[in-house]
């Protein structure tokens, strides 16, 4: 069996696959998604047996389009309107009609700009 290891465009292209926010279903995991944060709403305390802390809700967009983000606890102050961030698996979600992504339990969100 040939490894492509030694060929960086390939691993290039495992790696670091960017979704779009045209490519979003609800109900799917997100692998990487990249996108700019264009809004960020008030943070609000929430008390649930999965989870105690504060949340903001806030919006981004990519070249394809608008979405709904979620932000959790440190992420708040992480983040400023304006950043381009990276959720990497994180889940995405409808809400009223809407898409809405987040890191979820087990997700990530990267600062990659400012």
């Not at 608008?66 to 950043?83: A, H, N, P």
């Not at 979820?104 to 400012?114: D, F, K, P």
């Amino acid at each position: 069996m040939e490894s492509d290891s030694g060929n960086p465009d390939i691993r290039k292209k495992i790696t670091h696959s960017r979704q779009k926010i045209s490519e979003l279903k609800a109900n799917q995991l997100i692998q990487r998604l990249e996108l700019v944060l264009l809004r960020i709403y008030p943070q609000r305390m929430v008390y649930s047996e999965q989870y105690v802390g504060p949340v903001a809700a806030a919006c981004g967009r990519d070249e394809t389009g608008l979405v709904g983000v979620v932000l959790w606890g440190e992420q708040i102050q992480r983040v400023q309107v304006g950043d381009i961030v990276s959720f990497e698996s994180g889940w995405c979600r409808e809400r009223k009609g809407e898409l809405v992504v987040s890191t979820g339990r087990n997700g990530r969100l990267t600062v990659l700009g400012r």
